[in-house]
């Protein structure tokens, strides 16, 4: 087995040029985190539905950029696609309206934060009352393969920790740090490895402009019940360079193109759907106020804009509650909360969950009518030794409907094998 030096060989004299050493000192965690000894799901224990109700304060940054642990949970969403830094800026000094080349390589690395109230709450530095779990990823879109690793940890221990004052999160020596790039713009600087999956990346990146608040100023419902809500911040078109080592591959310098998504919620799909469905001979049809999944994207475009685009959907597959926004590279914006249609047009079966995905959509905004396709299929991530559930995330190509590339970004689904449990 190739141990960690080897893979890392590249990319420790980067690391320490960001201060992402002030996190604390990398701890030598891979593959697998547990807590008490097994997985941990992100089902939630009985005693937090008594949790308070989120915060509709208007945000405050860089705090509200840092962690909000009195939320059930929260996390800090990392996706983009990886170019060659030549072929890229040859791109750019061309014409700025030219595609930018496809990409090699897409990533996540995703740090959730979960507030677990115990039924006995335990007087002890080692009461698992906040835990943390991270997903790191690397689809190869050349070879068409999926490289992937996921840790469970308790918060609160130098290698498990976030940050009130600002983005500052680690697991293990996974970490994601922000900046302040002037201007009210983000700097992030991340570093994710794994011995297992064999792979590692890091990268700094850039903001072009201050963070998008989603929704109402940040507050962005998530279906028809007034609980069905989370705070809700997302940073599109970051740009930066890095490198990436896999194990089988070498080790090459990397342009990226990337998007961050923060999210924190107390009821982010509602509780108890069973008991607050309504239906009724005069009402009509039941209304289903908590949901079995979401299909999510978010793209960068290649004329500087971004769109944020969501559906909920219920038990029956139909969708629930849409949303999503649209900003062009001048910070104009809109919100489209409402007014999205979402439309399967081709499909691929896990072999590994059962589970039936679209891999290909058609998706209806007030920007005009774009179609999303998957860079390739098998992009399901099995963190059923982490969150509890399968789901698909990968990178995804964006074109109009006459079949014009627009840009590219990441496509989320959860569900399709069974509900998720938040």
């Given at each position: 087995m190739i141990g960690r030096r080897p893979l890392l060989k590249g990319l420790g004299a980067w690391s320490a040029s960001?201060?992402?050493?002030?996190?604390?000192?990398?701890?030598?965690?891979?593959?697998?985190?547990?807590?008490?000894?097994?997985?941990?799901?992100?089902?939630?224990?009985?005693?937090?539905?008594?949790?308070?109700?989120?915060?509709?304060?208007?945000?405050?940054?860089?705090?509200?950029?840092?962690?909000?642990?009195?939320?059930?949970i929260e996390w800090w969403y990392l996706t983009g696609v990886l170019r060659a830094p030549s072929e890229t800026a040859e791109a750019t000094r061309s014409n700025a309206a030219t595609p930018l080349p496809p990409p090699t390589h897409g990533f996540q690395l995703t740090f959730f934060r979960l507030r677990n109230d115990l039924a006995r709450p335990l007087d002890s530095a080692f009461a698992p009352g906040q835990l943390m779990l991270a997903h790191a990823a690397i689809s190869d879109l050349g070879r068409q393969r999926l490289l992937h690793d996921q840790r469970v940890l308790r918060h609160g221990f130098a290698n498990a920790r976030t940050e009130l004052g600002d983005t500052a999160v680690r697991l293990g020596d996974w970490q994601l740090r922000r900046s302040d790039a002037g201007e009210g713009r983000s700097r992030y600087d991340l570093v994710m490895h794994s011995e297992t999956a064999g792979f590692a990346l890091s990268l700094s990146l850039r903001a072009p402009l201050p963070p998008l608040l989603q929704g109402r100023e940040g507050w962005s419902r998530k279906g028809p019940g007034p609980e069905q809500a989370s705070r809700y911040v997302s940073e599109p078109q970051l740009a930066g360079t890095g490198r990436l080592a896999l194990r089988d591959g070498g080790t090459r310098e990397v342009a990226a193109r990337a998007w961050l998504d923060h999210e924190w919620s107390n009821d982010l799909l509602g509780r108890g759907a069973e008991e607050r469905t309504t239906s009724s001979a005069a009402s009509g049809p039941a209304v289903p106020t908590a949901h079995a999944g979401w299909d999510w994207l978010g793209l960068n475009l290649d004329d500087g804009s971004a769109l944020t685009l969501f559906q909920v959907r219920?038990?029956?597959?139909?969708?629930?509650?849409?949303?999503?926004?649209?900003?062009?590279?001048?910070?104009?914006?809109?919100?489209?909360?409402?007014?999205?249609?979402?439309?399967?047009l081709a499909h691929w079966r896990s072999p590994v969950s059962l589970a039936t995905y679209p891999v290909r959509w058609r998706v209806r905004t007030p920007r005009g009518v774009i179609l999303v396709e998957a860079a390739f299929q098998a992009q399901e991530i099995d963190a059923r030794r982490s969150t509890g559930f399968p789901y698909w995330e990968g990178a995804a190509r964006v074109s109009d409907e006459a079949g014009r590339p627009l840009g590219w970004g990441y496509l989320e689904m959860t569900g399709y094998a069974g509900r998720v449990p938040l």
């Open positions: 960001t201060g992402l050493g002030a996190l604390g000192a990398p701890v030598g965690l891979t593959g697998l985190g547990t807590v008490g000894g097994v997985g941990a799901g992100l089902a939630l224990s009985p005693g937090m539905a008594g949790a308070q109700t989120l915060s509709d304060a208007p945000l405050r940054f860089p705090r509200d950029h840092g962690a909000h642990p009195e939320t059930r219920g038990d029956d597959g139909t969708a629930v509650w849409t949303g999503g926004s649209w900003r062009g590279a001048d910070g104009r914006q809109a919100d489209f909360e409402q007014q999205l249609r979402f439309e399967p």
